[in-house]
């Protein structure tokens, strides 16, 4: 009958412990993918964009499609560029 006793006091210790667990779990990945977001923000937050007056796309990195450009190239972030009326470039945002 004590054994019994014991036994339902385990399961209840094991059941306190699993919800612990998940609830652990789960901060962590909430902290992971917030870690994520921020990282692709700061990524995709600043655009290169070449200054020809024939220029159409901002760049997320020195593409070929930039190595093009004979005119200087500038930083912005990337809503200063669409405000600008850049479109995205198709060889760095396919
Ligand atoms: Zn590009």
């Known amino acids: 009958m004590t054994e019994q006793r014991n036994d ?3 399961s209840r210790w094991i059941k306190c412990f699993i919800v612990l667990y998940l609830c652990l779990m789960g901060v ?3 902290h992971a993918a917030n870690y994520v977001q921020r990282n692709a923000e700061v990524s995709t937050s600043k655009v290169l964009v070449c200054t020809s007056p024939n220029a159409y796309a901002f760049h ?4 070929r499609g930039l190595k093009r450009c004979t005119y200087d190239t500038v930083t ?3 809503s200063q560029a669409v405000k600008r009326g850049y479109k995205a470039c198709k060889i760095c945002y396919k």
């Open 8 to 10: 339902k006091r385990i």
């Open 28 to 30: 962590a990945a909430v």
């Open 60 to 63: 997320s990195h020195y593409c």
């Open 76 to 78: 912005m972030s990337r």
